[in-house]
């Protein structure tokens, strides 16, 4: 732009120089015309101005030539002495005319004496003095990557300030594979270089290219310039994420916890920048329980485990990874992956009872099947291979059914008494390494079966009880237990049918069938009743039932429940009079009566003795403690009243004392006349054992009528009948007054017009009264006192008085009638 302003200028003043020169010309004349190449150095001669004028060299000084120039610069000087207009600074044609091809400097040469003006043109000459160059040195052209073949891209064209053939004449370029380069010549001539792609570019391939642009003129020799053209072809997202494998396989312990590092896929992306950044991600429509239990760094491609695996639920994992580069559009690459869970042996064994029966009677037959039972392991191979046991001690053991069902049987005798349960204990053992196992435990309960009878806490009972008891006192209680249980050993007792004394049991006890007590239904009289025995049963209510049976005896007890009763003298009331006579003439110790009482009660109950409570004459009568008889103690006297009456006190040893009392009225008598009967003998028969009373001397009484001997046999029999307590039979033995003078008295008391009430026989000594309980029980034993007749209405009567009194030797026999009776 400089050059053309000044060649603009310099264009203005050519015109005014003209515009001077040709006034001047007009008026001076011709002109000169010299022609120079530019750039010559100063004091180059232009030519010879004074002989090109026609002026002399002397002349010149003289008329002071003189070069005047309008406006600018001077380049030239004429060489007043030699006549030469010489170069004095440097030409540039560039400068003086820019790219105007004819570039003329004019001149005007004055000269005085006269004044002439010479005009004078010199032409300055281009020569090549420029190489054509570049305004930059570096040209960088970017190309994104896909641009199509034929794609132009206009480059800096050079400057060359020569002009003509020494300006830019064409462009070359650097050979290479993908550019080539067109020249457009725009309408001014000046021409373009322009780079056309002839083959397409990748990136990846190579980014960057570098080219040399050459721009060369048409001088000679010629000059050139050169401009670096650097291309870089610009990235296209052109290139997909390459994963390394397309399958990724690993193996994780199902054991491995969130955080461990599975492994690591690798992709890679030829593109560079964004376009080559990879993420990695899992792909679309990956399952939610993938992504639950992994996660995967996206910067790094790790495979992480982030929740609970279970080798169990699932043992393989596959899923798709997919890598994406940043670019827009993104592109994306994908793989497989493959995670296998080992297993480990983290599942225990399980039992399952599939069906249990119980409870199970006791009384089951080995091999009943108890329970079927499974186990189960969720764990794979060994870890899953499962044993069950039983506990050995249990009677029950397992018999293997189908695979990994059991049927627990029973093994042995169960007894539900010993063992009311059972817990049978099972362990299941996985073949893992360690082992892992698991127990359980189930109970299997027994029903009861009927095997236990009631047993009686005692085989046999005894009870006391004491007579006269109020009806419906508890005698006794008797209690069985049965190990069975439920109605099993639900008791009721009864008391078996048995008889006592011709009546049923039932008639004296009743039970309480539920708690065993036994009640007295009335009172019992010891006098009539001494021992009876229950069978008490006891049953449960099993079906069928058992029992068991007890024996309860019964002892009554006696109690002085009865007062003497005075047989002898009888009397109808209390204290009435019974007349005895006696001879005035008897001498000391006569036997005057006696006087005779029973006591129905046994023991010392009825251990009676006799006392004289009160006497007309105290002086004359004496009664025997034991025997009740009464004796005068002197010989009675004339004054002696004629009427003596004793009142006789008789007591029993029981507890309380129970007393009763006689009284004898006796009227002494001048002559006593014989008796009624006196069977008094002197029996001389000595062969006979004195321990032995033969009762037979009953029958000799009998005789004294045979009405008397009717009744006293209707006695007798009676007396067979009753004989078992009936203190009415005993047959009572007693010395007269010595206890050693086995002298025997046999009294026989009738009523007058009855039957033989009492017989009475007197003998042993006083001891044996209290045996004569047991004598009346078992009248055939042997040592026994007493006999009982058996009488016979064959019988001769005498016969039998002849017997009794040869089995008295020396007894002396009083029969006695009295009007006796009570009992
Ligand atoms: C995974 O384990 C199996 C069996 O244990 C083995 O065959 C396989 O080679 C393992 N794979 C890897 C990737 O370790
Ligand atoms: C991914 O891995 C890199 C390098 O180990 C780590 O710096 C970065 O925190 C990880 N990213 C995640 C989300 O865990
Ligand atoms: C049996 O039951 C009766 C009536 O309930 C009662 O009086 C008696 O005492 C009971 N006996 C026992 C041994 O419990
Ligand atoms: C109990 O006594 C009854 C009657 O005497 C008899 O039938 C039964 O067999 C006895 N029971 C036992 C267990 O002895």
Same mark, same amino acid.
Request: proline share 5%; hydrophobic share 35%.
């Given at each position: 732009?400089?050059?053309?302003?000044?060649?603009?200028?310099?264009?203005? #003043?050519?015109?005014?120089?003209?515009?001077?020169?040709?006034?001047?010309?007009?008026?001076?004349?011709?002109?000169?015309?010299?022609?120079?190449?530019?750039?010559?150095?100063?004091?180059?001669?232009?030519?010879?101005?004074?002989?090109?004028?026609?002026?002399? /060299?002397?002349?010149?000084?003289?008329?002071?030539?003189?070069?005047?120039?309008?406006?600018?610069?001077?380049?030239?000087?004429?060489?007043?002495?030699?006549?030469?207009?010489?170069?004095?600074?440097?030409?540039?044609?560039?400068?003086?005319?820019?790219?105007?091809?004819?570039?003329?400097?004019?001149?005007?040469? *004055?000269?005085?004496?006269?004044?002439?003006?010479?005009?004078?043109?010199?032409?300055?000459?281009?020569?090549?003095?420029?190489?054509?160059?570049?305004?930059?040195?570096?040209?960088? /052209?970017?190309?994104?990557?896909?641009?199509?073949?034929?794609?132009?891209?206009?480059?800096?064209?050079?400057?060359?300030?020569? *002009?003509?053939?020494?300006?830019? #004449?064409?462009?070359?370029?650097?050979?290479?594979?993908?550019?080539?380069?067109?020249?457009?010549?725009?309408?001014?001539?000046?021409?373009? =270089?322009?780079?056309?792609?002839?083959?397409?570019?990748?990136?990846?391939?190579? @980014?960057?290219?570098?080219?040399?642009?050459?721009?060369?003129?048409?001088?000679?020799?010629? #000059?050139?310039?050169? !401009?670096?053209?650097?291309?870089?072809?610009?990235?296209?997202?052109?290139?997909?994420?390459?994963?390394?494998?397309?399958?990724?396989?690993?193996? /994780?312990?199902?054991?491995?916890?969130?955080?461990?590092?599975?492994?690591?896929?690798?992709?890679?992306?030829?593109?560079?920048?964004?376009?080559?950044? &990879?993420?990695?991600?899992?792909?679309?429509?990956?399952?939610?329980?993938?992504?639950?239990?992994?996660?995967?760094?996206?910067?790094?491609?790790?495979?992480?485990?982030?929740?609970?695996?279970?080798?169990?639920?699932?043992?393989?994992?596959?899923?798709?990874?997919?890598?994406?580069?940043?670019?827009?559009?993104?592109?994306?690459?994908?793989?497989?992956?493959?995670?296998?869970?080992?297993?480990?042996?983290?599942? +225990?064994?399980?039992?399952?009872?599939?069906?249990?029966?119980?409870?199970?009677?006791?009384?089951?037959?080995?091999?009943?099947?108890?329970?079927?039972?499974?186990?189960?392991?969720?764990?794979?191979?060994? +870890?899953?291979?499962?044993?069950?046991?039983?506990?050995?001690? !249990?009677?029950?053991?397992?018999?293997?059914? &189908?695979?990994?069902?059991?049927?627990?049987?029973?093994?042995?005798?169960?007894?539900?008494?010993?063992?009311?349960?059972?817990?049978?204990?099972?362990?299941?053992?996985?073949?893992?390494? =360690?082992?892992?196992?698991?127990?359980?435990?189930?109970?299997?309960?027994?029903?009861?079966?009927?095997?236990?009878?009631?047993?009686?806490?005692?085989?046999?009972?005894?009870?006391? /009880?004491?007579?006269?008891?109020?009806?419906?006192?508890?005698?006794?209680?008797?209690?069985?237990?049965?190990?069975?249980?439920?109605?099993?050993?639900?008791?009721?007792?009864?008391?078996?049918?048995?008889?006592?004394?011709?009546?049923?049991?039932?008639?004296?006890?009743?039970?309480?069938?539920?708690?065993?007590?036994?009640?007295?239904?009335?009172?019992?009289?010891?006098?009539?009743?001494?021992?009876?025995?229950?069978?008490?049963? @006891?049953?449960?209510?099993?079906?069928?039932?058992?029992?068991?049976?007890?024996?309860?005896?019964?002892?009554?007890?006696?109690?002085?429940?009865?007062?003497?009763? *005075?047989?002898?003298?009888?009397?109808?009331?209390?204290?009435?009079?019974?007349?005895?006579?006696?001879?005035?003439?008897?001498?000391?110790?006569?036997?005057?009566?006696? *006087?005779?009482?029973?006591?129905?009660?046994?023991?010392?109950?009825?251990?009676?003795?006799?006392?004289?409570?009160?006497?007309?004459?105290?002086?004359?009568?004496?009664?025997?403690?034991?025997?009740?008889?009464?004796?005068?103690?002197?010989?009675? !006297?004339?004054?002696?009243?004629?009427?003596?009456?004793?009142?006789?006190?008789?007591?029993?040893?029981?507890?309380?004392?129970?007393?009763?009392?006689?009284?004898?009225?006796?009227?002494?008598?001048?002559?006593?006349?014989?008796?009624?009967?006196?069977?008094?003998?002197?029996?001389?028969?000595?062969?006979?054992?004195?321990?032995?009373?033969?009762?037979?001397?009953?029958?000799?009484?009998?005789?004294?009528?045979?009405?008397?001997?009717?009744?006293?046999?209707?006695?007798?029999?009676?007396?067979?009948?009753?004989?078992?307590?009936?203190?009415?039979?005993?047959?009572?033995?007693?010395?007269?007054?010595?206890?050693?003078?086995? +002298?025997?008295?046999?009294?026989?008391?009738?009523?007058?017009?009855?039957?033989?009430?009492?017989?009475?026989?007197?003998?042993?000594?006083?001891?044996?009264?209290?045996?004569?309980?047991?004598?009346?029980?078992?009248?055939?034993?042997?040592?026994?006192?007493?006999?009982?007749?058996?009488?016979?209405?064959?019988?001769?009567?005498?016969?039998?008085?002849?017997?009794?009194?040869? !089995?008295?030797?020396?007894?002396?026999?009083?029969?006695?009638?009295?009007?006796?009776?009570?009992?």
């Amino acid at each position: 732009m400089k050059q053309g302003k000044i060649s603009c200028q310099q264009d203005l #003043r050519v015109l005014l120089w003209w515009h001077h020169f040709y006034l001047l010309w007009s008026t001076i004349g011709a002109q000169t015309h010299y022609s120079i190449p530019e750039e010559l150095k100063q004091g180059s001669v232009v030519g010879n101005i004074a002989k090109d004028l026609g002026l002399l /060299v002397p002349e010149l000084h003289r008329r002071k030539l003189r070069i005047t120039s309008e406006a600018g610069k001077q380049y030239f000087n004429v060489d007043l002495g030699k006549g030469e207009l010489l170069v004095t600074d440097r030409i540039d044609r560039e400068e003086l005319c820019g790219q105007r091809l004819s570039c003329l400097l004019p001149l005007e040469l *004055v000269i005085d004496n006269p004044l002439q003006v010479h005009r004078v043109e010199i032409e300055i000459q281009d020569t090549n003095d420029h190489s054509p160059s570049f305004h930059t040195k570096e040209k960088v /052209v970017k190309i994104a990557e896909l641009v199509n073949p034929g794609a132009r891209f206009p480059l800096e064209s050079a400057n060359d300030p020569d *002009v003509g053939s020494n300006s830019v #004449r064409t462009y070359i370029i650097n050979k290479n594979e993908h550019f080539k380069l067109t020249i457009k010549t725009l309408k001014d001539g000046r021409k373009i =270089p322009e780079l056309v792609l002839e083959k397409p570019l990748d990136r990846e391939m190579q @980014a960057v290219h570098k080219l040399v642009l050459t721009a060369v003129d048409g001088g000679d020799p010629v #000059r050139s310039g050169t !401009s670096e053209i650097t291309v870089i072809v610009l990235d296209n997202n052109d290139n997909a994420p390459q994963f390394e494998k397309q399958v990724y396989e690993a193996n /994780v312990s199902e054991r491995a916890t969130s955080g461990t590092e599975i492994l690591q896929v690798k992709a890679t992306d030829a593109d560079e920048g964004l376009n080559g950044e &990879i993420e990695y991600v899992f792909a679309e429509q990956t399952p939610d329980l993938i992504l639950a239990l992994f996660d995967i760094n996206q910067s790094t491609g790790t495979i992480i485990v982030k929740g609970v695996l279970d080798h169990e639920s699932n043992s393989l994992h596959r899923f798709d990874i997919t890598a994406k580069d940043k670019g827009n559009p993104e592109m994306d690459g994908h793989c497989s992956v493959e995670i296998k869970i080992s297993d480990i042996n983290d599942n +225990n064994p399980e039992i399952v009872v599939t069906s249990l029966t119980t409870p199970v009677p006791e009384d089951s037959a080995i091999g009943t099947v108890i329970a079927i039972i499974s186990t189960r392991d969720p764990d794979s191979g060994d +870890n899953g291979k499962v044993t069950l046991t039983v506990s050995p001690k !249990s009677p029950f053991k397992l018999n293997p059914s &189908i695979s990994k069902h059991y049927s627990l049987v029973t093994n042995g005798p169960l007894d539900r008494e010993t063992n009311g349960q059972y817990s049978v204990k099972l362990t299941a053992t996985d073949s893992g390494k =360690p082992p892992l196992k698991s127990e359980k435990t189930i109970v299997v309960e027994l029903l009861d079966v009927n095997d236990n009878p009631p047993l009686f806490s005692q085989r046999s009972y005894a009870v006391y /009880v004491k007579e006269n008891n109020a009806p419906g006192i508890i005698l006794c209680s008797v209690s069985a237990s049965d190990l069975d249980s439920g109605e099993n050993a639900k008791i009721s007792y009864s008391i078996l049918d048995s008889k006592v004394q011709d009546v049923s049991v039932s008639s004296y006890v009743y039970i309480n069938s539920d708690n065993g007590s036994i009640y007295s239904m009335h009172s019992f009289d010891y006098e009539k009743l001494k021992v009876f025995q229950i069978q008490v049963q @006891a049953k449960d209510q099993g079906s069928p039932p058992l029992s068991s049976n007890a024996t309860v005896h019964v002892f009554i007890l006696d109690q002085n429940d009865n007062a003497p009763a *005075v047989i002898y003298p009888s009397s109808a009331a209390l204290g009435s009079l019974s007349h005895q006579r006696m001879p005035r003439s008897a001498k000391a110790g006569h036997l005057v009566t006696k *006087v005779t009482a029973v006591d129905a009660d046994s023991g010392h109950n009825a251990w009676i003795s006799y006392r004289l409570a009160e006497a007309t004459d105290v002086s004359l009568f004496t009664v025997n403690q034991y025997t009740g008889e009464v004796r005068t103690k002197r010989s009675v !006297s004339e004054q002696d009243d004629s009427s003596q009456r004793l009142l006789i006190e008789i007591k029993d040893d029981g507890e309380p004392v129970q007393s009763a009392t006689a009284t004898v009225s006796i009227l002494l008598e001048d002559a006593l006349h014989e008796p009624i009967l006196d069977l008094r003998h002197k029996v001389s028969e000595p062969s006979r054992k004195t321990g032995r009373i033969t009762l037979y001397l009953i029958l000799s009484l009998a005789s004294v009528s045979v009405l008397s001997l009717v009744t006293f046999l209707i006695l007798a029999v009676k007396c067979i009948r009753t004989s078992r307590g009936s203190g009415s039979c005993c047959m009572r033995r007693s010395d007269c007054d010595d206890y050693k003078n086995p +002298n025997r008295n046999l009294q026989i008391q009738l009523n007058t017009d009855g039957p033989i009430k009492y017989v009475e026989v007197l003998g042993g000594d006083m001891m044996s009264q209290s045996q004569s309980f047991r004598s009346c029980m078992s009248p055939m034993s042997e040592y026994s006192d007493f006999t009982l007749i058996k009488p016979s209405s064959t019988t001769d009567f005498k016969e039998v008085i002849s017997v009794l009194d040869a !089995s008295l030797p020396d007894s002396t026999w009083t029969f006695e009638r009295t009007l006796h009776s009570r009992k």
